[in-house]
């Protein structure tokens, strides 16, 4: 039997990247790139591939918008005791494209997450990445919570999702397994409060991380997806989202800096 409550978190983020979702909507077109934000005007409707996920109806959803702020066009989200995310269906190879650039600012950290405990599972920003894989492979308890998860919400769970989220405690690179499944790994990609308030560039080596996360080569990627989430602590929180970009080779740390 699932806990509702503590297993939401994981699971939601789960279904966030979830391929079979994504399916779903029958205008989603998996893209072989991620369409960026910064091309759009303020207020205009998402980018093409880009579209809200809703996790459930009983939850509040967190608010999305493009927006102007400090000169380009971004993502603003605004979480009240909600979670909600946007999500984005790919088609990529992790091997031709391994590194995963984008750009985050917090405003606030969330004093009462906690992402290593089940009912403090929150965070100001995630970034959510699925892959595709043999679900016949998996072992057979991660198998039963797969079935168990496609009986109560109808919707298949991708082979494996990591999770890059900003912790207040535990130390950058920590991997934090999900408490229900092998399947779903957090890692922080950045923690504390000394670079709250300023923008963040961020690039990882997905593939790295997948097979430090997972003791695997990674499959197919077949989402990617930003949630801010407040739904366990109550907390109000507001974040930022810039572009988010797969490279065939890791930008030059001379091309970027913090603004």
């Known amino acids: 039997m699932l806990n509702k409550r503590g297993g939401i978190a994981g699971i939601a983020l789960a279904l966030l990247a979830g391929c079979a979702s994504i399916s779903e909507s029958p205008d989603t077109v998996a893209l072989p790139r991620v369409s960026s934000f910064s091309a759009s005007a303020p207020d205009a409707d998402l980018p093409r591939g880009w579209r809200t996920w809703v996790l459930s109806r009983f939850k509040k959803p967190t608010q999305y918008q493009l927006v102007d702020h400090d000169g380009r066009t971004v993502i603003r989200a605004s979480a009240r005791s909600s979670a909600s995310g946007l999500v984005h269906a790919l088609r990529l190879s992790p091997h031709e494209y391994p590194f995963l650039q984008w750009r985050w600012k917090v405003t606030e950290l969330i004093a009462a997450a906690d992402n290593t405990k089940k009912h403090a599972d929150d965070s100001p920003v995630r970034v959510v990445v699925s892959f595709d894989g043999h679900l016949d ?99 109000n929180v507001h974040a930022y989202y810039g572009d988010i970009e797969f490279r065939r080779v890791a930008p030059r740390q001379d091309l970027y800096t913090s603004d």
């Open 137 to 235: 492979q998996l072992p057979l308890d991660d198998r039963i919570f797969f079935d168990n998860i496609r009986l109560v919400t109808g919707q298949q769970l991708p082979y494996a999702t990591l999770v890059y989220i900003w912790e207040n405690r535990a130390p950058k690179d920590t991997v934090i397994p999900n408490l229900h499944t092998t399947r779903i790994k957090m890692i922080v990609a950045e923690s504390g409060r000394k670079k709250v308030g300023v923008w963040q560039e961020v690039v990882r080596n997905v593939r790295e991380d997948f097979r430090r996360a997972f003791g695997e080569d990674p499959g197919t990627i077949t989402a990617v997806g930003i949630m801010t989430d407040t739904d366990n602590t109550g907390e």
